[in-house]
């Protein structure tokens, strides 16, 4: 069976995760701006705000790299794509935190499943040979 290559094709759904992507970042920004806003007038830091502190530091980086990761997705640039796979695989290894931090309800273990499945698919799909393709 012959190899298609379709020159110039963008698939819909890398473009799709490339926009989710951006818009996660976006939404980080605006939330570490919310947050910044609130902690303005609390005075000097203690242990527990240096803590939130490297937490809104973490935040801030991850929406700057999944800003660029997505544009550079749009553009279909290699690096991007692996960049999008690290931040896929990151999130997937940070669901489990929103778990402890929240009390863990079985409601949102359920919901955190599904999040987890989707990365999982996100991330494979992304390495698939028809989006490799894309890429060269």
């Known amino acids: 069976m012959p190899q298609i290559f379709h020159v110039g094709y963008r698939s819909p ?12 970042g976006l939404a980080g ?7 910044l806003g609130i902690g303005v007038g609390s005075g000097l830091p203690s242990l527990r705000s240096w803590l939130g502190l490297s937490l809104l530091l ?4 991850s929406s700057a790299l999944a800003i660029t990761g997505g544009q550079g997705l749009l553009r279909r640039y290699e690096w991007a794509r692996r960049l999008c796979q690290g931040l896929l695989f990151s999130f997937l290894l ?8 929240s009390g863990s309800h079985l409601v949102l273990a ?24 894309e890429f060269a």
């Open 13 to 24: 759904w890398v473009s799709a995760v490339a926009w989710v992507l951006m818009s996660l």
């Open 110 to 133: 359920a919901l955190c499943l599904l999040w987890s499945a989707a990365m999982l698919w996100t991330v494979h799909t992304l390495n698939s040979r028809a989006v490799r393709q």
């Open 94 to 101: 940070a669901s489990p935190l929103l778990l402890w931090v």
């Open 58 to 61: 973490a935040l801030a980086a």
């Open 29 to 35: 920004l605006a939330l570490l701006g919310y947050w």
